[in-house]
């Protein structure tokens, strides 16, 4: 896990960047904070280390020339478009029924949103620091749009280990409707390839698996199927389509779809 890391910033944003400084800072982050002349692409490419910069818009992750964020306000047109009939997302996590959902592999955070915009109540659990202070700043920003404050109401973000979050769940008798898991890195899956190909598509996917180390035991999700199994009436697994099973674990039903696939277990 990075414990280190610069935060470049322009001198009108400087205030602003000061504030993530001492944020994660106080999450285990040392930020240090660089003023730069001007944050434009030509920068990005000579400085192509992973970092973080501060713009008008917000919170960034950058590297390799490319800058990354969780753009909630992107979705607003597939939120727009999506229907309980419409997303796979939507059969397999029953969210007909409005259900109470841990979302224990945050990730980007789209799938909530979308879950949410669908009537789930979330919360959503991530363990890494600044990929949560990325979160924590899109879903603020997402407060402002008139679209979506009322989704990101139904969000509730948790700066935790989702293991240990879960075993608290279990152990205080905490009861979920559904439990969902979108573990980042399938390394151990079979046909390699085909998942390698599909986990190289999005620019954004690829500065989250700088961020975050393929063998970091976080992002492989096996440990934390059996610890949802006890909280809740459905966990929802989310893989590549051709990869093994979670945990090695037959699931109760599948939605099968050309990339993904959403694998049920019922209790």
């Known amino acids: 896990m990075v414990s280190e890391i610069r935060l470049f910033t322009e001198i009108a944003y400087l205030e602003k960047a000061q504030s993530y400084q001492s944020v ?6 040392e930020v240090k904070l660089v003023q730069i002349e001007k944050l434009n692409a030509r920068f990005l490419r000579l400085n192509p280390e992973i970092a973080l910069c ?29 229907s309980i009939k419409s997303e796979m997302i939507a059969r397999a996590c029953n969210l007909a029924e409005k259900p109470k959902l841990i ?3 945050a990730g980007l955070g789209h799938d909530s949103l979308l879950m949410a915009h669908l009537g789930a109540e ?8 600044i990929l949560f202070t990325l979160l924590e700043d899109s879903k603020t920003q997402a407060e402002t749009d008139p679209f979506l404050s009322q989704i990101v109401a139904r969000i509730h973000l ?3 280990d989702s293991h240990a979050f879960l075993a608290l769940q279990n152990q205080e008798q905490h009861h979920f409707d559904v439990v969902y898991l979108d573990p ?7 046909n390699q390839q085909a998942i390698k190909k599909q986990a190289q598509v999005k620019k954004q996917m690829q500065l989250l698996h700088l961020l975050l180390p393929e063998d970091g035991e976080m992002d492989l999700g096996d440990h934390l199927l059996v610890l949802a199994q006890a909280i809740a009436k459905r966990v929802v697994v989310k893989r590549p389509r051709l990869a093994v099973f979670l945990n090695n674990q037959q699931p109760d039903h599948q939605w099968q779809g050309d990339a993904c696939r959403f694998d049920a277990y019922f209790n």
């Open 103 to 105: 979302d224990a592999t």
């Open 158 to 160: 948790v700066f935790s």
């Open 24 to 29: 994660l800072s106080l999450r285990g982050v």
């Open 122 to 129: 979330i919360t959503l659990v991530e363990r890494h620091p």
């Open 184 to 190: 980042m890195f399938p390394q151990r899956d079979q």
């Open 54 to 82: 501060v713009d008008e818009n917000g919170l960034w992750l950058c590297a390799n020339g490319m800058k990354m964020q969780p753009d909630w306000n992107a979705e607003i047109a597939r939120l727009k478009r999506a």
